[in-house]
């Protein structure tokens, strides 16, 4: 796939490319609809405080940890055009209603709801791997990652003007994000009328249960275990966050903790439950695959995604104090970070077809990130403001490119279970900035810097000893097994 191929628009490939980045492009949008309008709910409204707005940003990412698993399943049995137009039309829903909403339990119950939408990414991995063959998937997916990602700036830049001038007034924040939930429903229903899961004539391999990944050995099971019980653990972590602004009492946080231990314990059975009659029956040769695999994916994302929202969170702030900037200065300085997101995780996918080894790709990204943030980590105020921006966008694109190229694998780890992967990895993203978010508020910037980079070169260690050159990468067609040809786990 080349950079002209995207603007061939009567190819059915790049029709379906658009329809699924856009789509990404619209879940960030209306997903992050609340940031740019923080200062104007505070002044517009009076049942609404500072540390209002801090409990609304903890629970706007709540969700969207467990959602990406149970997306990642759905995706799997359904297919992206239903699963994609279901997300966005039902999210819609929770976000009229914070728009409207006349108390802060009222926004605060919205945005819970509303941060399932973040689960969106998933969706349109799978498709693209689906669309496009495994010698240009990489870029396919850069692409949709990457210009996806961008409709989060793309709030922050066009939102307050739809406020202040378009709509204006006391409720001008209101008619936005209202805005923003009309764009999701009606572009939902456009995904589902012009949307196609696979080529014509390509059937959509399924899992016959998606209550839990299939695995291919009573090893693999346990890595599986002891992979799934982060991803609960990081959800108590948000509750504690949460207690932590003052919005809960120690009731519902303990509440919240019991629930995530029930819901652990759940997953845990269905893995037995799946993977039990799997593995007594016996998994043929050429349809195993290695959990180690998913777990070095699981650790990538952890530390350039999770990183890479981390960053975002406290950069302005980081450029303001270290350089004396004004905000708005530090604001722009730090939005160069997310900007890069257009060329570099499209650039990431197509190293990744490019360089003849995805596994070698992966490696060189995670040791570049690694090596970027121990440069930012020793940013101070005698750095010339140029270099430390230019360390800043270097760094960024080693981040966001490593995401191009996590996401450049997955769909050739288990193909029929790619939704599921995808899910997982992209979990353990927000897992990873739960983690690092936390970690901030314990440590100086230059400090921070250095534990991100540390994050980096462990999954760095992962990738180097668990993750395999996918085989079959660079053909023309992805590898069946021969459950895929009998149909075996078929719905």
């Not at 940031?35 to 940003?57: K, N, S």
């Not at 063959?133 to 990652?145: F, K, L, N, T």
């Not at 990183?307 to 980081?318: K, R």
């Amino acid at each position: 796939m080349t950079l002209s191929d995207v603007f061939k628009f009567k190819n059915q490939q790049t029709k379906m490319l658009h329809l699924a980045w856009i789509a990404f492009f619209v879940s960030f949008f209306t997903w992050f609809n609340m940031a740019p309008l923080a200062t104007t709910m505070i002044e517009t409204t009076d049942f609404l405080t500072a540390d209002h707005l801090a409990a609304l940003a903890i629970v706007n990412v709540a969700l969207t940890i467990p959602a990406r698993i149970i997306v990642g399943k759905l995706l799997d049995k359904y297919g992206p055009r239903k699963v994609y137009a279901g997300l966005l039309i039902i999210m819609s829903i929770p976000t009229f209603v914070f728009a409207f909403g006349t108390s802060f339990m009222q926004l605060l119950i919205a945005r819970l709801i509303l941060s399932s939408i973040g689960a969106s990414f998933v969706v349109g991995i799978r498709m693209v791997s689906e669309w496009f063959p495994p010698r240009s998937v990489g870029m396919a997916e850069g692409i949709y990652g990457g210009w996806g990602n961008f409709g989060s700036a793309a709030g922050a830049m066009l939102l307050p003007w739809l406020s202040l001038t378009m709509f204006g007034g006391d409720n001008g924040w209101r008619y936005a994000v209202a805005f923003t939930g009309l764009v999701c429903l009606i572009y939902g229903i456009i995904f589902y009328i012009f949307a196609r899961d696979t080529p014509e004539g390509k059937e959509y391999k399924k899992p016959k249960k998606i209550a839990a990944m299939e695995v291919s050995s009573w090893g693999d099971m346990v890595l599986l275990i002891l992979w799934t019980i982060p991803l609960y653990a990081a959800l108590t972590l948000v509750a504690w966050r949460l207690q932590g602004t003052g919005m809960i009492s120690d009731t519902l946080l303990y509440t919240a903790y019991a629930l995530c231990v029930i819901f652990c314990i759940y997953q845990i059975y269905n893995i037995f439950k799946v993977n039990v009659p799997i593995l007594k029956k016996g998994v043929p040769k050429d349809d195993r695959y290695k959990f180690r695999n998913v777990a070095a994916l699981n650790s990538t994302y952890f530390a350039n995604f999770g990183a890479e929202l981390a960053i975002i969170s406290m950069l302005p702030m980081f450029f303001q104090m270290m350089f004396s900037l004004s905000p708005a200065q530090a604001g722009l300085i730090a939005s160069s970070f997310a900007f890069v997101n257009l060329i570099a995780r499209p650039l990431g996918g197509w190293l990744s077809d490019r360089m003849n080894s995805r596994r070698n790709t992966m490696l060189i990204y995670m040791i570049g990130i690694s090596v970027g943030l121990v440069g930012m980590g020793m940013i101070d105020s005698s750095w010339p403001l140029v270099l430390a921006v230019a360390m800043t966008i270097v760094t960024s694109m080693f981040i966001q490119g490593a995401e191009g190229a996590t996401f450049a694998v997955i769909p050739f780890v288990k193909q029929r279970i790619t939704g599921q992967i995808a899910g997982m990895s992209g979990a353990y993203g927000n897992v990873g900035s739960t983690v690092y978010l936390v970690l901030y508020t314990l440590v100086t910037p230059q400090q921070f810097f250095f534990i991100l980079a540390g994050g980096a070169f462990l999954s760095f260690i992962c990738c180097y000893f668990w993750l395999d050159e996918p085989e079959g990468s660079f053909a023309n067609e992805y590898l069946e097994s021969s459950v895929d040809r009998s149909n075996q786990y078929s719905a």
